[in-house]
């Protein structure tokens, strides 16, 4: 594993203060843009703070998903994302769709892109990279250095989370997820439960916001532990189908049900995360012969 990949420096840092600038101003004001247009200052940008957020809240939605949870016109909505578009704290992205799909061309979905969500959160992205940097190096590097930092992870996420233990155990097996993703909303992660789609074998943890997002791409191991915590506090086996870290717009976790009924999709089995594969697998074919840099799958 390469311990590289900086964020680029002044630039970025750049990047995310005028980012902030843009949505910070909106705490003072808490105005509709929903009647008139013409409507200016505190208010709108307010108001495009309120659309903002609602993403970070609820992860990538449609101009009419966020119309209906904030009371203004589809039209109103509409105004505030191109704004945000042309700022570069929202993006347009296709939406999946589950099932048979209707007529006509898809809406868009619209979510925060990264310098959205440093606007909204400063988590000393640098600052942990470089530790976790320190101390893969500290004890050699290579498997040495990658078993240091996992172990780090671990012992993060089980601290973090141990508070919350009690409840989440005393809770009924079927109510865990959900109980879980109450407990990550207080610690900033914007969680939320819902059904699998076109199957009643589980349901999916969403963490909408990961205050570590930049540090696990380069440290995949934190979204590693992380799943591995869940597993042992929701007493069964999980999945991670897609994080932040690796480019999605949400984290994602699969939670089975305690009795998946027989002929359970092979989809939905447990298996090791991507990033840990690729690293076992590369480990069997013997050292590299070059370093690829980028992101790391989480």
């Known amino acids: 594993?390469?311990?590289?990949?900086?964020?680029?420096?002044?630039?970025?840092?750049?990047?995310?203060?005028?980012?902030?600038?843009?949505?910070?101003?909106?705490?003072?004001?808490?105005?509709?843009?929903?009647?008139?247009?013409?409507?200016?200052?505190?208010?709108?940008?307010?108001?495009?703070?309120?659309?903002?957020?609602?993403?970070?809240d609820h992860g990538p939605s449609t101009a009419v998903d966020l119309a209906e949870r904030l009371e203004l016109t589809p039209a109103a909505v509409r105004r505030h994302l191109d704004a945000l578009v042309a700022e570069g704290i929202v993006e347009p992205r296709d939406r999946r769709v589950y099932g048979s799909r209707a007529r006509g061309r898809p809406a868009k979905a619209f979510a925060l892109t990264d310098c959205g969500r440093d606007a909204f959160y400063q988590a000393y992205d640098r600052l942990a990279e470089d530790a976790m940097r320190w101390i893969a190096e500290s004890v050699g590097g290579g498997e040495r250095g990658d078993a240091a930092v996992a172990a780090f992870a671990r012992a993060r996420v089980t601290a973090q989370l141990e508070r919350h233990r009690e409840r989440v155990e005393a809770a009924d097996p079927r109510d865990r997820a959900r109980v879980l993703a109450q407990a990550l909303t207080e610690d900033g992660y914007a969680a939320t439960t819902r059904d699998a789609h076109a199957s009643s074998l589980g349901e999916q943890l969403c963490q909408h916001h990961c205050p570590v997002a930049?540090?696990?791409?380069?440290?995949?191991?934190?979204?590693?532990?992380?799943?591995?915590?869940?597993?042992?506090?929701?007493?069964?086996?999980?999945?991670?189908?897609?994080?932040?870290?690796?480019?999605?717009?949400?984290?994602?976790?699969?939670?089975?049900?305690?009795?998946?009924?027989?002929?359970?999709?092979?989809?939905?089995?447990?298996?090791?995360?991507?990033?840990?594969?690729?690293?076992?697998?590369?480990?069997?074919?013997?050292?590299?012969?070059?370093t690829t840099s980028g992101r790391n799958p989480a």
Do not use: W
């Open 214 to 290: 930049h540090a696990a791409e380069q440290f995949p191991q934190l979204c590693e532990a992380e799943a591995e915590v869940f597993s042992h506090l929701l007493g069964t086996h999980v999945q991670r189908l897609a994080t932040i870290a690796h480019g999605d717009g949400v984290c994602t976790t699969f939670v089975p049900r305690r009795e998946a009924p027989p002929g359970a999709p092979p989809q939905y089995a447990p298996r090791a995360p991507r990033a840990k594969q690729q690293r076992q697998a590369k480990r069997s074919a013997g050292p590299a012969s070059a």
């Open 1 to 56: 594993m390469k311990y590289t990949g900086e964020h680029g420096g002044d630039a970025d840092d750049a990047r995310q203060a005028t980012a902030a600038a843009r949505i910070a101003p909106a705490q003072h004001g808490a105005g509709d843009l929903a009647g008139d247009p013409a409507e200016a200052g505190d208010g709108l940008r307010g108001t495009r703070n309120k659309v903002a957020r609602s993403i970070l």
